[in-house]
């Protein structure tokens, strides 16, 4: 099934293909101000909505691997050619595999609040989603107020209309089903058969310092591990950067295509 995709574009011919993946629970929507930004300075920028999450139909198949080949059959379908990858959160765990798998497809690469290390460990949230009847009483005990509450603990300045986006993950028994799938589908050490450094491309590894779920020390050792890239801390914000700081996000991912 195709997915729902946000884009924007520019005035004049593009320089080049923005490509966002989103995290968990959002969609595109957390993309809106960088696509903005994007396009003004000359790129094209897409953003789709994952199978199950935004305004995508859920695929029947939630799993890890189910939403590589649906970026990927994304890609095709929109023949986007090289791109700028864009990820955060599970959006890294799902794009920076495909780059891996796909290296001739990325340009450079803007790495955000996510995770793609053999010896990662799932944070507390994950191990509850991860267990069999822990995960089903998390997500079906979930309404709109309590999905609120929750993500208001990590980023105060959500408004209505984003929880709202990204509730639609919990719109049905079979997206939430969804979720605890893609939890459950793989391990890290599975990333053992992937080498992000052979991209080959250049990183910005942009991160929201006082993330509870991806730590800022991640931030460091991707900017170790990877060759070329360089490393923005944004003061002040949690896991939902984009959400949190978006003129200061948008600022260094505009910078950084600058030099792309």
């Known amino acids: 099934m195709p997915l729902v995709y946000r884009e924007a574009l520019p005035i004049e011919e593009p320089k080049g293909t923005v490509l966002c993946l989103h995290g968990y629970p959002e969609s595109s929507y957390m993309w809106r101000h960088l696509l903005e ?16 999450y935004g305004d995508s139909p859920y695929s029947g198949d939630g799993s890890w691997t189910a939403h590589v080949e649906a970026v990927d059959r994304f890609h095709r379908e929109q023949e986007l050619g090289e791109v700028v990858l864009v990820v955060h959160d599970w959006g890294g765990l799902i794009g920076l595999r495909w780059a891996c798998e796909h290296p001739e497809l990325i340009r450079a690469m803007v790495i955000s609040n996510t995770g793609f290390f053999s010896d990662g460990r799932w944070h507390g949230m994950a191990e509850g989603l991860r267990t069999p009847g822990q995960g ?13 509450g929750m993500l208001r603990v990590v980023s105060p300045g959500l408004d209505d209309r984003a929880v709202d986006e990204y509730f639609k993950a919990y719109s049905s028994e079979e997206r939430r089903r969804g979720q605890l799938e893609m939890y459950r589908s793989g391990e890290f050490s599975e990333l053992e058969d992937y080498d992000l450094s052979a991209v080959g491309a250049p990183a910005l590894i942009l991160w929201g310092e006082d993330d509870p ?3 800022v020390a991640g931030a460091h050792r991707f900017a170790r591990e990877l060759p070329d890239s360089e490393l923005v801390v944004i003061e ?7 959400d949190d700081e978006p003129e200061r996000c948008s600022a260094a991912v505009v910078s950084f295509l600058e030099k792309v």
């Open 37 to 52: 930004s994007v396009a003004n300075a000359g790129w094209q920028a897409v953003a789709p909505d994952l199978p199950g």
């Open 136 to 148: 089903e009483q998390l997500v079906d005990g979930l309404d709109r107020d309590g999905f609120a």
């Open 236 to 242: 002040g914000a949690k896991h939902f950067v984009f």
């Open 213 to 215: 779920f991806a730590p």
